[in-house]
């Protein structure tokens, strides 16, 4: 299935049923009024759900009409939890050798995580409003699973089965101010800014054979400002999600609708490109001693899109400009 949230004027929207092809939506509040009351009621809105998204693919649902990526919400408009990891380890890699920096121990074998801020996301066709250009504004590329509750102690094994849906994600960064931020060991606040969803989230079976040791077998697209950027496969993680999971509930349950993100898709042929401007920098900075890219400027736009072996789409495309806080949204 796929899913979104109409934007209505309330602080967490009304859910909508999306047709594979994306063309077409429909009402589905009547079985679950939002998505997070579907993900804590699954087992019991499911059946329904499946029901009426086979209506919509078949032309059949009543009610339905135009899905439009600009009227609709991050998916998830705000979780109670969201967890990003950092497993794409080509990525750590090239900041370590660029910036000279010691090796992180265990990472090979631990995953990398952190506690973002769940409480504000922003739809895929929402400006970006931000404070200045001198906060180093970058993107970032990724993905994310959506799960159901998740007890402590989950195995990897296990928590395949508690995967409801699989998203894109604009993990918004501000590059100046993380270096202070990391150093003090409390993680990451005013670096991270709230973070941009593509207009759908998926259930794993509409990946089909993409969605494989459970990872994204896709290349992840970027445009910046009209101009490619990269297409990093997401099938190069090192760690699995189902192993984020198990890794985050360790020592603690987690909540149904907690987001777990991958990092920036990140892989070692540089033929393919980044997902983040730091990455690009890093890479020029190996190979020629100093950054010549720069970071985001107001009323820059960055593209990103999924699309799927057959050439359709797959979760919508995040399309959006980053501006100056206060400026009216285009």
Not at 88 to 109: C, K, S, T, W, Y
Not at 164 to 174: T, Y
Not at 201 to 217: H, I, K, N, S
């Amino acid at each position: 299935m796929k899913l979104a949230t109409l934007a209505d004027g309330s602080r967490d929207g009304r859910l909508l049923l999306v047709s594979r092809d994306l063309t077409q939506a429909v009402e589905a509040a009547d079985i679950a009024p939002t998505l997070q009351a579907a993900i804590d009621h699954w087992s019991t809105v499911e059946s329904a759900l499946q029901s009426r998204y086979a209506a919509l693919n078949l032309g059949e649902a009543q009610g339905a009409s135009a899905f439009d990526p600009r009227q609709v919400m991050a998916p998830l408009p705000r979780a109670w939890q969201w967890l990003d990891g950092s497993c794409f380890l080509n990525h750590g890699d090239l900041m370590q050798r660029a910036f000279n920096l010691d090796p992180i121990e265990g990472v090979e074998h631990t995953p990398l995580m952190y506690q973002g801020a769940g409480d504000d996301f922003l739809g895929a066709c929402q400006d970006v409003p931000l404070p200045s250009e001198s906060l180093g504004i970058d993107f970032e590329g990724e993905f994310a699973v959506m799960v159901d509750e998740v007890p402590m102690g989950c195995t990897a094994e296990q928590a395949l089965k508690h995967i409801r849906m699989v998203l894109l994600v604009n993990d918004v960064s501000l590059r100046a101010m993380a270096p202070r931020e990391m150093r003090t060991g409390f993680g990451f606040i005013q670096a991270k800014p709230s973070s941009s969803f593509a207009p759908v989230a998926v259930t794993p079976d509409e990946l089909g054979d993409a969605w494989r040791d459970a990872r994204v077998q896709l290349p992840l697209h970027i445009e910046w400002n009209g101009q490619w950027f990269g297409h990093p496969h997401g099938g190069a993680m090192h760690f699995g999600f189902d192993q984020l999971i198990a890794h985050a509930a360790r020592t603690r349950r987690l909540s149904a609708g907690t987001l777990i993100g991958s990092g920036t898709v990140s892989n070692d042929d540089p033929q393919v490109g980044s997902a983040c401007i730091a990455e690009r920098r890093a890479i020029e900075m190996i190979a020629q001693g100093a950054p010549k890219t720069a970071f985001m400027r107001f009323g820059d736009r960055v593209r990103m899109e999924v699309i799927t072996a057959d050439g359709s789409p797959l979760f919508g495309a995040i399309d959006q400009r980053v501006v100056a806080e206060g400026t009216p949204c285009a």
